[in-house]
C-alpha cells in the first residue's frame, strides 16, 4: 500500500519531465538495481540486512516483483519498504528500497545470487516496458565467537529468559495421576525457531508424553524488534509408588550486548508418588478408589460379571466339597481374576467408566492404558498413532477437543462429547481389536483317502 501511495503522489506531484526532455533522450533508460548487505559479517542467529534499491525511469506503473529471497540455513523475512525518487544525470528516476533481516542458523559463508526483479516502467509514457533485470551478488559470513565454542546448541540473542511451571492433578501424587512440566524460552533479538528444544528424559516410574512445540515471533512496529517464545511441556503419568525427581535443567547462551555466555539454571523438581489406600498389589495399583453409590455397584457388576459368577460358584463349591477343592477353586480364580485385569477389556471398561463421568483427565490417560494392551499401534503407545490408524475424522475431533483441555487454552478449551468419543472409541475397537484365527478345518483321513495317482480305466469306443 505503501508503495501505491508513493507512485500517485509521484504521479500528482509533477515529477514527470517535460517532452522536451524526452525529445533530447538519445538511447533508452534503463532501470537501477542496487543491492547491498550490512553487516557482512555476522553472529550465528543474529540478523544481517540485505537491501535492495529498485529504480526506473519516470515512473513505475506497478509494484516490482521481487523474489522471496530463501537462503539455505538461514531465516529470511521481509523488513519495511521506503518509496524514494532522485535525479540521475538530471532525469527523474521513481523507484522503492526494500529491506531483509536474515539470520543464518550456521557458521559458514552465504551468498544471495542467481535472483531477478522484474520491473514495469513507463519507458515513454504513456507507452509502458516490462523488463526482469538480475540481482548482483552479495555474500555475508556467520560465524561463532571463540568464547562460545563450548556452546552445544549455539544461542545468541540480545536477551533470554527461562522460566519453568509444574502443575500436578493432586497433592499428594497417587498411581494414575499425571505431573506436567513447561518450559518457556522468551529471547529478543533471535527467531523462535533458533531457540534450543528442550529434551524431556524419561524417569522409571513414570511414563513420559511429550507434546508439541509452540513457536511465536513478535514484531515491534516502530522499533522493529523482535521478541520471540518457545514452549516445550510433557506430561509424566506415575506409574507405583516412591520417590522421583524431573532432572535439572542447564542453558547457556551468548549475550550479543555484553559478549558474554550466560546461563540459565532450572532446579531439578522432586515428586512423591504414595500408594493408595487399597491393599498393596497388581488390583491396588489398577483400580482408583471406588464410592460406592447405586451407579457405582452397577458399573462394578456389569465390568465384573464373570468374576461375580466365579465368586458365586467357588462359594457354593466350598460349601459342599473338601477344604483342599476349595483351595485350589479359590486359587483358580483368583488366577482368573488377576488375568482379567491385566486384559484389554478390563483397560476399555477402566476407560469406559473414565468417559461416562466426562473426566477429561482420567479419560485421556485411560486411552493410552488401553491402547497398550490393545497392540494395535506400533511403540511409542501415543493418541497421534490410535488416530492414524483409526482413520476416523470424528475419533480425531474428540480426541483433539481433549488434549486442547489437558494441555492447550486453560481460559477457552474446546468442547468434547463423551458420548460420540464412546461411540467412536468402541467403533474403532470392533474394527482394530484382533480376532481369533478361524478355525482350521481337520482333513479326512488318510485311509479314505490313499496317496497316489488313480488308475483310469482306457476309453473304449461304443459298439456300433
Do not use: C
Not at 178 to 194: D, F, K, Q, S
Not at 282 to 306: C, E, K, M, Y
Not at 441 to 453: A, I, R
Amino acid at each position: 500500500m505503501r508503495v501505491w501511495i508513493g507512485f500517485i503522489a509521484l504521479l500528482l506531484g509533477g515529477a514527470l519531465p517535460s517532452p522536451d526532455v524526452y525529445a533530447q533522450q538519445s538511447v533508452a533508460l534503463e532501470p537501477i538495481v542496487q543491492v547491498t548487505i550490512d553487516p557482512s559479517r555476522v553472529v550465528v542467529g543474529q540478523k544481517t540486512t540485505l537491501s535492495v534499491l529498485v529504480l526506473a525511469p519516470n515512473y513505475m506503473t506497478s509494484p516490482p516483483e521481487l523474489p522471496e529471497f530463501q537462503v539455505r540455513n538461514a531465516v529470511t523475512r521481509q523488513l519495511q519498504s521506503v518509496n524514494t525518487s532522485e535525479q540521475r544525470d538530471g532525469l527523474p528516476y521513481a523507484g522503492v528500497r526494500f529491506e531483509y533481516a536474515i539470520s543464518p542458523q550456521e557458521p559458514g559463508s552465504y551468498a544471495v545470487a542467481g535472483q531477478s526483479v522484474r520491473i514495469k516502467y513507463a519507458a515513454e509514457p504513456p507507452a509502458t516496458r516490462e523488463v526482469a533485470v538480475a540481482l548482483p551478488r552479495v555474500s555475508f559470513e556467520a560465524f561463532i565467537p571463540e568464547a562460545a565454542g563450548s556452546l552445544h546448541p549455539f544461542v545468541s540473542a540480545n536477551s533470554l529468559t527461562v522460566v519453568q511451571d509444574i502443575k500436578r492433578s493432586s497433592d499428594p501424587l497417587k498411581p494414575g495421576d499425571a505431573v506436567t512440566r513447561t518450559i518457556t524460552i522468551r529471547a529478543e533479538g533471535t527467531p523462535a525457531m533458533l531457540l534450543p528444544p528442550q529434551q524431556f528424559p524419561p524417569v522409571d516410574g513414570l511414563k513420559l508424553y511429550p507434546a508439541q512445540p509452540t513457536l511465536e515471533d513478535r514484531i515491534d512496529g516502530p522499533s522493529d524488534v523482535m521478541t520471540s517464545t518457545r514452549v516445550d511441556s510433557a506430561t509424566y503419568m506415575v506409574e507405583r509408588a516412591g520417590d522421583y525427581a524431573l532432572p535439572s535443567i542447564d542453558i547457556g547462551w551468548w549475550n550479543v550486548g555484553s559478549g558474554k555466555v550466560e546461563q540459565v539454571h532450572l532446579e531439578a523438581v522432586p515428586l512423591k508418588g504414595i500408594a493408595t489406600s487399597v491393599a498393596a498389589g497388581p488390583a491396588a495399583s489398577n483400580q482408583s478408589a471406588r464410592r460406592w453409590t447405586w451407579d457405582g455397584i452397577v458399573d462394578f457388576i456389569f465390568d465384573h460379571w464373570l468374576t461375580a459368577l466365579l465368586v458365586v460358584a467357588a462359594t457354593a463349591g466350598i460349601a459342599w466339597f473338601a477344604p483342599r477343592v476349595a483351595r485350589r477353586a479359590s486359587a483358580s480364580l483368583h488366577r482368573r481374576h488377576q488375568a482379567y485385569l491385566q486384559s484389554e477389556a478390563f483397560a476399555f471398561s477402566r476407560l469406559r467408566r473414565a468417559i461416562r463421568h466426562r473426566d477429561a483427565k482420567a479419560s485421556y490417560f485411560a486411552l493410552l492404558e488401553w491402547l497398550s494392551h490393545l497392540n494395535a499401534t506400533q511403540p511409542p503407545i501415543t493418541a497421534g498413532a490410535f488416530k492414524a490408524v483409526a482413520r476416523d475424522p470424528e475419533l480425531d475431533r474428540q480426541l483433539d477437543a481433549i488434549e486442547s483441555e489437558l494441555f492447550g487454552n486453560r481460559h477457552n478449551p474446546a468442547r468434547w462429547s463423551p458420548r460420540r468419543l464412546l461411540h467412536r472409541v468402541a467403533a474403532a475397537r470392533r474394527r482394530l481389536r484382533p480376532r481369533a484365527g478361524s478355525r482350521a478345518t481337520t482333513g479326512l483321513p488318510p485311509s479314505l483317502n490313499p496317496l497316489g495317482t488313480p488308475k483310469v480305466a482306457a476309453y473304449r469306443k461304443p459298439a456300433r
